[in-house]
């Protein structure tokens, strides 16, 4: 069965840049959510969107922004990038009526040097 | 607001040996309750879940556990583990009505030896 598709898998930026993760979600699953898991940290969650819309919010820095686009997949723009910010970064998926369970990518592991 | 409180960091026991991870949650409201495995390098695996009914809950590989209203607890248990089971393991809960966000436990890290 497909799951929940996260691109880069790895990703390495310097200071101050920009990064862009995607994620795929469950064919059919309308909602989206993203994670921030630092080093020996639980998951923080940072956003979520149904049909598009955002439907939460975390604790999201505001440098970064995320959309959920037309075909559901949905992006998580990063920029002035800090140290701080190295982390897995997971996207999640379920589909909201009568849903119970948010499906995990595998992550996007990014590191800021 | 929830929150969920995961009372071990850490716990080491020897295989074949029995196993209880504590989790106690807060909420005002009623919640579904999760724990999800994440092994090394890997992203997170639902292990189980609790939504209604019977308050004790099963995995396809040992594992269990046991909703406890008045307590507001949530422990795992597996009476026999495997090298396999090295893992960290994360306690979560959503409300049933409205944002379905996860909130998470800090995570215990269960290591297993020979």
């Known amino acids: 069965a497909a799951g929940v598709i996260q691109s880069p898998r790895h990703l390495i930026k310097e200071k101050r840049e920009t990064a862009t993760l995607k994620c795929y979600p469950i064919p059919r699953h309308d909602t989206v959510y993203w994670y921030q898991q630092g080093p020996g940290q639980d998951p923080q969650f940072l956003i979520s969107f149904y049909e598009k819309m955002q439907s939460d919010k975390g604790s999201i820095p505001d440098r970064f922004s995320a959309q959920q686009f037309s075909d559901y997949h949905s992006e998580l723009n990063m920029s002035s990038l800090e140290l701080g910010d190295s982390a897995l970064y997971f996207c999640a998926s379920s589909f909201s009526s009568g849903s119970t369970e948010a499906f995990f990518g595998q992550g996007t592991r990014l590191t800021v040097v | 607001a929830q929150s969920v409180t995961q009372l071990d960091s850490q716990v080491p026991v020897f295989e074949e040996a029995p196993v209880e991870l504590r989790c106690n949650y807060s909420?005002?409201?009623?919640?579904?309750l999760f724990w999800y495995v994440q092994y090394p390098n890997q992203g997170l695996q639902l292990l189980l879940k609790y939504l209604s009914g019977s308050t004790l809950v099963e995995s396809i590989n040992g594992f269990e556990a046991e909703f406890n209203k008045s307590q507001t607890s949530f422990h795992l248990r597996k009476p026999s583990v495997h090298i396999s089971d090295t893992a960290e393991y994360f306690c979560?809960?959503?409300?049933?009505?409205?944002?379905?966000?996860?909130?998470f436990g800090q995570g215990t890290r269960l290591t297993i030896n020979p």
């Open positions: 909420s005002s409201v009623s919640v579904y």
């Open positions: 979560a809960v959503r409300i049933i009505q409205g944002a379905q966000k996860l909130v």
